[in-house]
């Protein structure tokens, strides 16, 4: 378990204090709506003749005797966010705004932030000692993890006042989700745990495969209609997980959404990392690791059969 969590943080730059920082946005860089757009029709195509898969039709591919669906999407709108904002928990927290966890040791926060701008409403500073993790809204409360602890942050909505703090059973604190009544965690392995929200003891286990292979590296965690979507680190992939039996779902790809940013000159960006849902108004949110933009997505299914080991190399690190 030590091994897995240490090889996740020096590359993707969670070892240092300051993170790279993002070119200032032109007005150029802020019409990338076309270019996605263009780039999202095209996915199915270009997965298929890069990877040189079957042309014929498909909508599902096979993986441990279960039908995983493969999905590309639409960008419906983009909003500014925070460049220097290391995402590491995202949660919609209704009327427009959003609640995020950002990481880093000596920059690590707790905020609420308005979509439309991706102003900072209200900031909480952790501890310079603690590396913010996943985030998650239970009731009117905030739960926050924390990286290479067990230890664990409760806020209040209101104000981010610090209630309380409590320790976990995972080996590391990487995601947070809930359903309303138990917490989903992850802790950078191929686990996914259910926790009492009461007494955060770990209360079931479930090691998440595809096609014969742990998914390692599960990291930021949302419940969305009855799954848990978790995007998988170092990947531009999120995996669609039941919680009833911890079967493989489906596979959500958005690389164009990276490298739209790096061609439009944001070089400093991290990983993919950061999915909110709205639940009143059904519209997804995503996010990355210093990304200047946060964007709302509509998913649709790639409409050709796509080979397992194709998927493996994308999204199985």
């Not at 993986?63 to 460049?83: A, C, M, Q, R, T």
Request: aromatic residues 10%; glycine residues 8%.
């Amino acid at each position: 378990m030590a091994s897995k969590s240490s090889k996740k943080k020096p590359n993707s730059k969670r070892s240092s204090s300051k993170p790279a920082s993002s070119p200032m946005a032109s007005p150029k860089h802020f019409h990338l709506k076309r270019f996605f757009i263009l780039i999202s029709i095209m996915l199915p195509v270009c997965v298929i003749v890069v990877l040189g898969v079957s042309s014929n039709t498909s909508y599902k591919i096979s993986s441990d005797h279960h039908s995983v669906k493969i999905y590309g999407f639409e960008l419906v709108n983009e909003f500014p966010h925070d460049p220097r904002a290391f995402t590491q928990g995202l949660v919609y927290a209704g009327n427009e705004s959003l609640y995020e966890s950002t990481g880093l040791y000596k920059q690590s926060t707790v905020r609420k932030v308005a979509i439309q701008t991706g102003k900072v409403e209200v900031l909480h500073k952790m501890p310079d000692s603690f590396f913010g993790e996943g985030l998650t809204l239970f009731g009117e409360r905030l739960f926050q993890v924390t990286w290479l602890t067990k230890i664990g942050f409760i806020y209040d909505t209101k104000n981010l006042q610090k209630l309380d703090r409590f320790t976990h059973q995972m080996e590391d604190g990487w995601g947070l989700a809930t359903d309303g009544k138990i917490l989903y965690g992850s802790d950078g392995t191929s686990t996914l745990y259910q926790i009492d929200p009461q007494t955060l003891k770990a209360t079931r286990k479930q090691v998440i495969q595809f096609n014969g292979r742990e998914v390692r590296y599960l990291n930021e965690l949302e419940y969305i209609n009855g799954e848990i979507w978790a995007n998988v680190w170092q990947t531009d992939c999120i995996a669609r997980i039941s919680p009833k039996d911890g079967r493989m779902l489906g596979w959500i790809l958005l690389p164009t959404l990276r490298q739209g940013l790096i061609a439009a000159g944001y070089n400093g960006i991290d990983v993919l990392n950061g999915i909110a849902w709205d639940s009143n108004k059904n519209r997804i949110f995503v996010t990355g690791k210093l990304w200047p933009k946060l964007y709302e997505i509509k998913l649709h299914p790639v409409r050709r059969q796509i080979d397992n080991k194709d998927i493996e190399q994308l999204c199985v690190p």
